[in-house]
């Protein structure tokens, strides 16, 4: 897909260039070949019914787990600002 840019600068009196993007059609959205599991960087070896996707910092890979285990007997969920 191409770059898509807008150029605004204060001397444009009318506005930002318009920017048009074009979305993929709804059946390739909806297309069902299209698989979480099949990336490259998710391991689904564990995966079960309920399972979470959790970030693995050894392999830099997501990982499917039914349960989540600490250590230290606290848990953080730091899941950013919005």
Known sequence: MADITATINPQTSAGPQ???VTLPAAAA????????KLLG??????????ALLQYRSSDQKFVTRTEIITTTGTLVFNCGQF
Do not use: C, E, I
């Open 41 to 50: 960087d998710v391991d689904t070896t564990n995966l079960d019914d309920g």
């Open 29 to 36: 959205a909806q297309n069902s070949s299209l698989s979480l």
């Open 18 to 20: 318009k920017v048009s």
